[in-house]
T-cell receptor, first 113, second 114 residues
Framework: AQTVTQSQPEMSVQEAETVTLSCTYD???????LFWYKQPPSRQMILVIR??????QNATENRFSVNFQKAAKSFSLKISDSQLGDTAMYFC??????????FGTGTSLTVIP | SQTIHQWPATLVQPVGSPLSLECTVE??????LYWYRQAAGRGLQLLFY??????ISSEVPQNLSASRPQDRQFILSSKKLLLSDSGFYLC?????????????FGPGTRLTVT
């Protein structure tokens, strides 16, 4: 069975500071993809970043980067220079076929001005 | 570019009434389509997914059904709504097995069953 665990239900960070959101997953598959999605108060789900399991290099998208540890099955998201617009629910997700995503339960991030 | 539409945006329905939520995708062909439910602003529960016209896979036994009458149209239905059907419903699409797998979500429908 595939599972995704986000152990931090809520987090907060001061504006302009850095915050790391944790995600672990469990799978016996070797080839898969990992994602972080952001859901702001509007509830629109927005793709933040993607990581292919076969790539050793950590993905980066502007202020967002991941720390992918395949052996440890860990996939954390680092947000640098936090902005008020980063306030949202963040979901970690995992897929190993094109058909089914496995989502974590989410981390609610609040950026404090 | 690809876009995904959902309607209605909000819906208030009495218990026992029927339901029809519609999702359409533009700018792509033969997408994988998904229906999710999100309760109380928390995690997403996959309800149905479809890899082609008329092909529906159900993840959770429930009061709901899905249909895909056209390549880029996905419909979520119920004959008789229950109070427990209240929630936020999200439709999503992905490009399929040979693509990068990410899913793109519609704006969602907030359903309140009274």
């Amino acid at each position: 069975a595939q599972t995704v665990t986000q152990s931090q239900p809520e987090m907060s960070v001061q504006e302009a500071e850095t915050v790391t959101l944790s995600c672990t997953y469990d799978t016996s598959e070797n080839n898969y993809y990992l994602f972080w999605y952001k859901q702001p108060p509007s509830r629109q789900m927005i793709l933040v970043i993607r990581q292919e399991a076969y790539k050793q290099q950590n993905a980066t998208e502007n202020r967002f980067s991941v720390n992918f540890q395949k052996a440890a099955k860990s996939f954390s998201l680092k947000i640098s220079d936090s902005q008020l617009g980063d306030t949202a629910m963040y979901f970690c997700a995992f897929v190993f076929t094109g058909n089914q995503f496995y989502f974590g339960t989410g981390t609610s991030l609040t950026v404090i001005p | 570019s690809q876009t995904i539409h959902q309607w209605p945006a909000t819906l208030v329905q009495p218990v026992g009434s029927p339901l029809s939520l519609e999702c359409t995708v533009e700018g792509t062909s033969n997408p994988n389509l998904y229906w999710y439910r999100q309760a109380a602003g928390r995690g997403l529960q996959l309800l149905f997914y479809s890899v082609g016209i008329g092909q529906i896979s159900s993840e959770v036994p429930q009061n709901l059904s899905a249909s895909r009458p056209q390549d880029r149209q996905f419909i979520l239905s119920s004959k008789k709504l229950l109070l427990s059907d209240s929630g936020f419903y999200l439709c999503a699409w992905s490009a399929g097995l040979m693509a990068s797998y990410e899913q793109y979500f519609g704006p969602g429908t907030r359903l309140t069953v009274t």
